[in-house]
């Protein structure tokens, strides 16, 4: 537990000190930092829920035709892991490169971001041990659908490149890509749009008195709101009531006419997921999307300087909520029921490879 709270606390400490060093010392602090992170993920041993699972997979497709297994796993990964298995069957070798992949990428956004620092602050507290350590695939994912925004607007085939890998990393991206086409405006007219984002308010709506009419579900989604909870109940420790205060907050005062198609689609989509997230536990992977879209349009808004001390204020608060409920996730960790393959690769204690 020591090993994790130094590592997402201190670095996130030379993040936000970052800012106060000249623009060249900032960047290289930035990228040290990503560069450390990636060293944890990539030689890592068996640690992080998911990581004991990839491994049977890495050996099981390269016994599989090359049609079986591409229909067996995200093409992307799949062909990964045959190209892999051409050099080395040695899985570190495979955790390694994917961690210097999502590496690339991360930089890539970091680059392409207003203010980085404040993306990257969230990010680690929030997102870092989840994306690089559990769900690599959808982790990767996210990371590419960060850039395909970047690129929505722009001519040529970035954005429709970016797209096909975020879905070819993880199929379940496929539930935020068409909403990227429609504010791409691809073949979609203005009242198309309308129609979506009324039915987006409606669905949501529907979802929420659906959950409250049951009396069983109405009971779980209010303990679900609270900030602290039986961990029994909620691993998480931190409840969706306070961090959707917050980013309703952060988008209410960065709205304007020159971003709000975007950030009304892509808030919208993401309330909507989360109420059903309530009832179905697997939604949530999905709402991670748009989660970490908001929270980077947000970073990439130019607030004036009247706002800029509350929005940072409220990104404070919201980075500060992150790293209670991941500390808090991995404190409980004890408590959680696992399956056998994945008992085997549990986040407590921190092991390098070469310890298993």
């Known amino acids: 537990m020591f090993f994790y709270t130094s590592l997402l606390l201190g670095t996130s400490t030379v993040i936000v000190l970052s800012q106060y060093a000249s623009q060249r010392a900032a960047k290289t602090s930035l990228i040290i930092v990503v560069f450390a992170l990636t060293a944890f993920a990539g030689l890592r041993g068996f640690v992080g829920t998911d990581t004991y699972a990839y491994y049977l997979q890495f050996e099981e497709l390269s016994q599989l035709s090359n049609a079986a297994a591409f229909i067996r796993v995200e093409p992307c990964f ?16 495979f955790f390694f490169i994917v961690s210097v992949i999502q590496c690339f990428l991360l930089i890539r956004v970091l680059r392409n971001c207003s203010n980085p620092s404040w993306f990257l602050t969230i990010y680690v507290l929030t997102y870092y041990l989840s994306f690089h350590f559990n769900i690599i695939r959808a982790g990767t994912a996210s990371l590419l659908i960060l850039l395909a925004f ?32 429609f504010l791409r405006g691809f073949w979609l007219a203005g009242w198309a749009r309308a129609v979506i984002m009324a039915s987006l308010s409606l669905a949501g709506l529907g979802a929420g008195v659906a959950i409250f009419w049951d009396e069983l579900m109405s009971e779980r989604a209010l303990s679900y709101m609270v900030m602290v909870m039986d961990p029994s109940v909620i691993n998480s420790g931190v409840g969706i009531a306070l961090q959707g205060c917050l980013i309703v907050s952060l988008v209410l005062l960065l709205l304007d006419r020159g971003n709000r198609l975007e950030v009304m689609f892509i808030f919208l989509g993401y309330v909507v997921l989360r109420i059903i997230s309530i009832r179905v536990f697997l939604i949530t992977r999905i709402s991670v999307y748009y989660e970490a879209l908001l929270i980077f349009m947000i970073c990439n808004a130019k ?25 808090t996730d991995l404190a409980n960790e004890n408590k959680k029921l696992f399956d056998a393959v994945h008992a085997r690769s549990v986040y407590l204690p921190y092991r390098f490879f070469w310890e298993e």
């Open 303 to 327: 607030p004036s300087s009247k706002k800029r001390l509350i929005v940072l204020l409220l990104l404070a608060s919201l980075a500060m909520l992150s790293a209670f409920g991941t500390l």
């Open 78 to 93: 799949t062909l990964l892991t045959l190209l892999i298995h051409i050099f080395t069957e040695n899985s570190v070798v």
């Open 150 to 181: 970047k690129a929505l607007y722009k001519p040529g085939m970035e954005f429709y490149l970016l797209a096909l890998l975020s879905i070819t990393s993880h199929f379940s991206a496929a539930f935020i890509i068409p909403i990227l086409f």
